[in-house]
């Protein structure tokens, strides 16, 4: 277990809805990393965020936006769904920003967009 | 472009066996950092080895080792003595700036008794 969790585990949705996914680092971990992988891929860098501000983004439109709160937790908003937002999302956290420090990487929320 | 190659969707050995996973990558940095993941039907991604790109020595950890040749940008897993629980989808990856991280496309894994 790497000490990152995720909720919820699965969720459907509809076209046209918004959704918020929930994700919680490991105590002391500054930076979480969001990552979006479509069936049979591997994960794509969606955005990162470091102290509470978004560090780095991926080739991801505005309506994927971020938090990040004091208290080791962060969420992942998704606006306007379409049928291809349907995904693994998985969150990741590390101890800070630099590319020496590991991402740990909680379970993941498959997201079902119908 | 900044990508990772896995050429091998897919493969199976025998428990006990000795496997290698190829991984080829494409980057401008001058530093990097690459990492083999595994993914078990858990769908947890749990870190099976890292590299530094400035470091000539090959990583090794336990069962797992890693081929490193960085002229050639490649970046292979060796699995000794593999075991049942070693089935998983295996993720190479490496980071682009400061933390980002880039993955192929996997190899699926499977361990057979």
């Known amino acids: 277990e790497t000490g990152v969790t995720q909720s919820p585990t699965h969720l459907i949705k509809t076209r046209g809805q918004q959704v918020t996914l929930r994700c919680s680092s490991q105590s002391g971990h500054n930076t979480v990393s969001w990552y979006q992988q479509a069936l049979g891929q591997g994960p794509q860098f969606i955005f990162q965020y470091y102290r509470e501000e978004e560090n780095g983004r991926g080739n991801f439109p505005p309506r994927f936006s971020g938090l990040q709160f004091p208290n080791y937790s962060s969420e992942l908003n998704v606006n306007a769904l379409e049928l291809d937002d349907s995904a693994l999302y998985l969150c990741a956290s590390s101890l800070d920003r630099w590319s020496t420090d590991t991402q740990y990487f909680g379970p993941g929320t498959r997201l079902t967009v119908l | 472009a900044q990508t990772v190659t896995q050429s091998q969707p897919e493969m199976s050995v025998q428990e006990a066996e000795t496997v290698t996973l190829s991984c080829t990558y494409d980057?401008?940095?001058?530093?990097?950092?690459l990492f083999w993941y595994k993914q078990p039907p858990s769908r947890q991604m749990i870190l099976v080895i890292r590299?530094?790109?400035?470091?000539?020595q090959n990583a090794t950890e336990n069962r797992f080792s890693v081929n490193f040749q960085k002229a050639a940008k490649s970046f292979s897993l060796k699995i000794s003595d593999s075991q049942l629980g070693d089935t998983a989808m295996y993720f190479c990856a490496f980071t682009q700036g400061a933390q980002k991280l880039v993955f192929g496309q996997g190899t699926r894994l499977t361990i057979n008794p």
């Open positions: 980057t401008s940095e001058s530093n990097y950092y």
């Open positions: 590299q530094e790109a400035y470091k000539q």
